[in-house]
């Protein structure tokens, strides 16, 4: 007989499960990496309807519907909100196993109050009602991380932004969570790409004085770093297809800055030698400041061109590279661990057949500075499913201190993202209780519970500083 489509007991199959996530479900949430918009959470307007909170951005949706032979017009186009919506319902069936299906059904039952599974039949009835609760009242950006139980959160920013949304929802005494910013300097980093030079201009406008060198560049960027923190900051995140590690002196680095900003593209040696030494200034500086550094590695972005072109970026084209992560990553991270500047740091990977190279990894490079100073991220992008969720734990497991694990982050754009934490905790929790079940671990309710606990909220806190 099958069993009730995502019950109480949805994907908790032992007793140890079951009692670990009862002691879970009720942690606060602490999203250390998101991309969601400190303009939205300060301005806090209601949403038109489910589909511009469910569909604008979400490219992950995006990418279903195209795999389904949707047109783009109800997809990015100019079709109307109801039409985009009725279009996405109907491609949800053909989404068995995939994390989306159970990430929708899972958000139209926590915010809207919703049992019904959503398909072409049902998309109409569900369409009505849940935008009666959105006119209802109680789905502003405020409000929805209010419910969701979030405490603190960290957006990704970038280095020439002014930060004035952060700063004014600061001073901000009725909001309980903590929005932080992020520093996330990769256009500062990817100097190869056409983005590099208006972005200078762009840092210059904002830092009051013109970059016309490598070094007034690093100057720059530690005053912003400096900027950041006065805001709360507590983390910053890199994006690299592979990490690099090349060296290059002052006038080298020099001479391919200057070509960069005079518009030529710098080759592919002389852009790693400048990645390297920038991404060691930085790592030096979130060092002295207690932050953590995230290095999400293994994407290939924007692979169709044809979208790129009517799109933009960050449209569903993007996926996973294959490179040889490990020589250079080590030697990278070595050299700052000799210079005593190696911060706390976060390695994601976005291709699993790195897993245990980066579980592997992270022992290299542990001090008593933190507990598991450097951290072997979540599961992340195409790997933010079951079983991707679960590989990466049994790597962990099997490599590391699974109990000092800092545990998942939405990573999203959506203010309805958030009950992919209680995803990750059901499967985390029955992992757990799996090992319990193959003695393997001896069941001890109470550090098991303490685990589910410190996983899911507790070690993130400690571990970014947070007070």
Known sequence: ??????????????????????????????????????????????????????????????????????????????????EKFLAFASCMPSLIGNPMYHWCHLELRRYFGIDDTLNADTAEDIWNRANAAIKGGGFTPRELIEKSNVTHLCTTDDPADTLEYHALLKDESGFKCSVLPAFRPDKALSLDLPS???????????????????????????????FFASLGCRASDHAFSYVPCEEAGADEL??????????????????????????????AEYAKRGWGMELHIGPIRNNSTRIFKTVGPDA????????????????????????????????????PKDNYVLGSMIGNFQTDEAESKIQFGSAWWFNDNI???????????NLGAFGKFIGMVTDSRSFLSYPRHEYFRRIMCNFLGGLVEKGLYPYEENALCAIAKDVSYNNAIKYFGIK
């Open 1 to 82: 007989m099958a069993e009730e489509f995502m019950g109480a007991d949805f994907l908790l199959d032992s007793e140890p499960a079951r009692k670990m996530y009862e002691a879970a479900k009720d942690m606060p949430i602490f999203d250390w990496h998101c991309h969601l918009s400190p303009a939205e959470i300060c301005e806090n307007t209601e949403p038109l309807d489910i589909s511009q909170l469910w569909l604008g951005g979400d490219h992950y949706k995006w990418r279903a519907m195209r795999s389904c032979g949707i047109s783009e017009k109800y997809i990015t186009g100019d079709s109307s909100g109801k």
């Open 196 to 226: 590099f030079v208006p972005w200078l201009r762009a840092m210059e406008n904002t830092a009051g004085r013109q970059i016309n060198s490598f070094e007034t560049l690093c100057e720059v960027l530690a005053e912003r770093i400096e």
């Open 254 to 283: 020099n001479a391919v800055f200057q070509k960069a900003k005079s518009g030529a593209k710098p080759g592919a040696l002389e852009t790693d030698k400048y990645k390297t030494a920038l991404l060691r200034f930085l790592a």
């Open 316 to 351: 569903g084209c993007d996926s996973i590279d294959d490179n040889m992560i490990a020589a250079k990553l080590s030697a990278f991270l070595d050299s700052l661990d000799r210079s005593g500047n190696l911060p706390r740091t976060i390695l994601f990977t976005l291709n």
């Open 387 to 397: 079983d991707g969720m679960t590989e990466q734990m049994k790597a962990l497991a």
